[in-house]
């Protein structure tokens, strides 16, 4: 084993209980403002759900197995980039879509539904490259971890509170309105926080390794982004689809990604030390490109599109 792959960052039991509280609690403030209809209008644009919801759990985790094999990172390395691909789209891609001037609306649809397919998708994702990919099929075999066991966690993390804010924004309506805005900014900075906080108690291990991640997180960032944006031209979508979809593709739910790194390989210095990394590098990549998109406009919206202007 090579050091990175010796490195185990500390991280105690009851902060690792708050922190899965904290992503549950985005979760929950995302779902706030989900309602059915967002999945109904999902619908009216087959074509880009479908890429969507394909690129993102299929191609982008296959697309990651040959980018492993082209760039040979440490075993943890590998298996960390695994598990970003395997993860559901990150929600700041919402925010993303809707400063970049695409179609916010078909970016909530397939977040929504991207989170609901990751409850399967994820666990099996990641079983099922990790353990292919020779890289990474010994760390596989010494944790032995259990897909049902991830899939476990992940309906706790995503699915409870996915459903629970969806029941609360059905319910009352009025208290889902006012508490979701100033709920979400204080969960994610709650979140930045102890991300930030992981970094900061492990910063040795970090900057004694950052240089092996940099340049393979931000190669597979722009990989994931192109390919969003490529396939969507290809297939002619409307410009604020294409905006949509690269986001979505591009952007990784790495809080996620880190608590399952906690939870099932005790804290795995190059798994988490690339997951973190991600988790800086594509909101620093996403803001950059939407914004160069913001001063671009795109040509009118499709019909149903419910992007703000």
């Not at 690792?16 to 059915?36: D, I, S």
């Not at 319910?171 to 969960?187: N, R």
């Not at 604020?240 to 739910?253: H, P, S, W």
């Amino acid at each position: 084993m090579t050091p990175i792959d010796q490195v185990h960052l500390s991280f105690n039991p009851q902060t690792l209980t708050l922190l899965n509280a904290v992503l549950g609690l985005v979760m929950f403030g995302v779902a706030l403002e989900l309602h059915v209809e967002d999945f109904k209008a999902a619908l009216r644009t087959p074509k880009a759900l479908a890429l969507g919801l394909l690129g993102h759990h299929v191609l982008f985790p296959a697309m990651t197995y040959v980018l492993v094999s082209i760039l040979k990172p440490e075993p943890s390395i590998a298996l960390g980039m695994i598990l970003v691909s395997a993860c559901p789209a990150g929600h700041i891609s919402n925010f993303l879509v809707h400063h970049s001037k695409g179609n916010t609306a078909l970016s909530v649809s397939v977040s929504a539904l991207s989170t609901v397919v990751a409850l399967f998708m994820t666990p099996l994702n990641f079983a099922f490259w990790g353990n292919l990919h020779p890289i990474t099929a010994g760390l596989m075999k010494e944790v032995a971890m259990s897909p049902w066991e991830m899939l476990e966690v992940i309906v706790m993390l995503l699915g409870v509170p996915l459903v629970l804010g969806m029941w609360v924004a059905k319910q009352f309506p009025a208290f889902a309105h006012k508490v979701q805005k100033p709920m979400k900014i204080l969960s994610f900075v709650i979140l930045l926080a102890f991300i930030g906080g992981a970094l900061a108690a492990n910063l040795k291990h970090f900057l004694n390794f950052i240089q092996l991640v940099v340049g393979v997180v931000f190669v597979h960032n722009l990989m994931a982004l192109v390919t969003g944006y490529g396939l969507s031209k290809a297939i002619g979508l409307p410009e604020r689809d294409c905006r949509a979809i690269t986001f979505e593709m591009g952007i990784q739910n790495s809080g996620l990604g880190l608590i399952l790194i906690f939870n099932f390989f005790g804290g795995l210095g190059g798994m988490a030390i690339v997951t973190a990394w991600w988790g800086i590098w594509h909101i620093v990549a996403g803001l950059t490109l939407a914004t160069f998109w913001k001063n671009r406009p795109p040509l009118p919206l499709a019909p149903w599109s419910g992007a703000a202007k």
